[in-house]
RNA sequence: GCCCCGUUCGUCUAUCGGUUAGGACACAAGAUUUUCAUUCUUGUAAGAGGGGUUCGACUCCCCUACGGGGUACCA
């Protein structure tokens, strides 16, 4: 068996979106578990898609979710460029060898000219003809032309493609490691440029010679490339490496959350959450919210998306990188389509959030508050931590929650004021804060029984004074225990929130 | 239109001919909790339809329906 190496091979169009992401995931886990390589090849061939910034952000989602490539554009090995741009040079003459076996050949129609075609030829029946066996003979191209007629095109700037010459009659089979076998009938199959008129080859042709050159044993990808695959498989016959030609696994595609077709980038916006690994803001046209930004652990964002269309045949559901690693197999990927579901993903996060190492918990926590230009202390943090850590479901939260900590309500709840909130305890909780001022240690241990003894003196119920102190502390009365919100701000903070407090429930 | 792939609770899925069709998310109820949340317990909920094959089909085969992908000098 030849040593496995898979490659995860995006095209620098615009943003990976999170189908990307897990593509490069079963990838990356496959190769892990084989001892194989996990390569990361740019695909770059379209000169009028290409997007500044794209290859950037991919590989940084690569890397902020964790998936490092040992072969890259980044990382260089003994394979590349791994951009095939930089590769240019290496296809044409795959091509014109092609061309040389009688298996490809030269064309020169124009954009009109096929469009003139198409038309031409479209039936009720067939409304999409295609150039292929059938048509080929009455199109301008080398088996069509004379050698001068030839030379005379090319001296004139006519744009000329290769395209592959695919036979009639015959059969095209594939196993899929996923699908079992598939069969295609090369009637069919199109003949498909394989070299464009700008030089550059398409992705049919870059793929087979670039796999070959850098020697994929499996290939890995979404589903919608499995009709090309035929295409593929002749072009793998027709330089004759049939025999070691990599093995095929086509995932099942992402779908929309409701309503029908693959997910799209616009469907973040449209349902209200991100369909990116990161934000996306090109130099121009529109912004995507990422998971990073919305909150997302990425820890947690990979088992969410591994989950969707593989299981290991076992009830567990929440699996670290090195579980997964050993846990994957491309035999138990399913075959069919998962529909995208947030509820599902932002559970996966909140799981992950609550079991955090502190020490971890605390450095995020003071992330989030520095995005809003503030500080907290690591004790603060931590604190902060300890209270939400069973509340919250994204990050931003801990910034929404635990600013009490660092910042005093300049309200209190309205509702709480009106309905709940009785004026002649006022004395009583004013007499509190001087308790609470001199109060030492400050602790859970201390303030409970003095509490407790507050309350029958003056005949409050738990369900009335604790409330009233968390509204005087957060503004709410809400939230997690009373005894960790007053000893995450202090004694002497305490007792001036209660006397502020108590003036805006006047 | 044609080609290819698919179809189990609302959603993600288990089952590889014999199960009370299991788990998770979501939802509902109850318990715990000073509140909210967490946690725990319980519950509602599924084999697209029709033919075969078989002692026996969710599982194998065929047809239909539906869904997805492809049908570009885009990947």
């Not at 076996?101 to 003139?116: K, M, S, V």
């Not at 009659?169 to 498909?192: H, M, N, P, S, Y």
């Not at 709840?413 to 609470?436: C, G, T, V, Y």
Request: charged share 25%; net charge negative.
């Amino acid at each position: 068996m030849s040593p496995v190496r898979v490659r995860f091979a995006p095209s620098p169009t615009g943003a990976l979106h999170i189908g990307g992401i897990r593509t490069a995931l079963y990838n990356y886990l496959f190769a892990r578990q084989q001892g194989g390589t996990f390569i990361v090849r740019v695909e770059d061939t379209d000169q009028a898609r290409f997007v500044p910034g794209a290859e950037n952000y991919i590989l940084r989602s690569l890397e902020w979710v964790g998936l490092i490539p040992e072969e890259g554009p980044e990382q260089g090995g003994p394979y590349g460029p791994y951009r095939q741009s930089e590769r240019k040079e290496i296809y044409m003459d795959y091509a014109r060898k092609l061309v040389e076996a009688g298996r490809a050949y030269y064309a020169f129609d124009t954009p009109e000219e096929l469009e003139a075609m198409r038309q031409r030829l479209a039936t009720p029946e067939n409304p999409m003809p295609r150039y292929d066996f059938l048509s080929r003979m009455g199109m301008k191209n080398s088996l069509t032309l004379t050698a001068e007629e030839m030379a005379a095109m090319r001296s004139n700037g006519v744009p000329e493609v290769i395209r592959l010459k695919v036979p009639e009659g015959e059969k095209v089979k594939i196993t899929d490691l996923i699908r079992g076998e598939v069969e295609f009938a090369t009637q069919e199959l199109d003949d498909k440029v394989l070299m464009k008129s700008d030089g550059m080859p398409t992705y049919h042709m870059a793929n087979v010679i670039d796999d070959r050159l850098m020697r994929i044993s499996h290939v890995i990808r979404g589903e919608e490339w499995l009709s090309s695959t035929a295409h593929h498989v002749l072009l793998y016959r027709y330089f004759g490496w049939e025999e070691e030609m990599p093995q095929f696994a086509h995932l099942p595609l992402i779908l929309k959350p409701e309503g029908n077709g693959k997910l799209s980038k616009r469907d973040g916006a449209k349902f209200g959450f991100p369909v990116f690994p990161m934000d996306w803001k090109p130099e121009e046209g529109e912004h995507f919210e990422g998971f990073r930004e919305t909150g997302f652990l990425p820890e947690a964002l990979i088992n969410f998306l591994v989950m969707l269309g593989w299981n290991p045949g076992t009830d567990q559901e929440i699996f670290n990188l090195e579980e997964l690693i050993q846990a994957f197999s491309i035999g138990k990927i399913v075959k069919s389509g998962a529909r995208f579901d947030y509820q599902k993903a932002k559970w996966f996060n909140a799981h992950y959030i609550q079991n955090l190492k502190p020490s971890e918990a605390v450095s995020l926590i003071q992330e989030e508050f520095l995005k809003h230009n503030r500080s907290v202390l690591s004790k603060q943090a931590a604190d902060i931590f300890d209270m939400y850590r069973e509340r919250v479901t994204l990050l931003p939260e801990f910034y929404s929650s635990g600013l009490f900590v660092v910042q005093a309500p300049d309200a209190v709840d309205p509702d709480f004021r009106s309905k709940k909130w009785k004026r002649e305890w006022n004395a009583a909780f004013l007499d509190l804060a001087d308790q609470l001022s001199c109060t030492d240690p400050f602790e859970k241990e201390s303030l409970e029984p003095m509490f407790k003894n507050f309350m029958q003196t003056h005949g409050l119920k738990m369900g009335e004074f604790l409330p009233a102190i968390r509204v005087m502390v957060s503004g709410t009365p809400m939230g997690p225990d009373v005894y960790l919100m007053l000893k995450a701000i202090g004694a002497s903070e305490a007792a001036s929130r209660i006397r502020r407090g108590l003036e805006m429930l006047a």
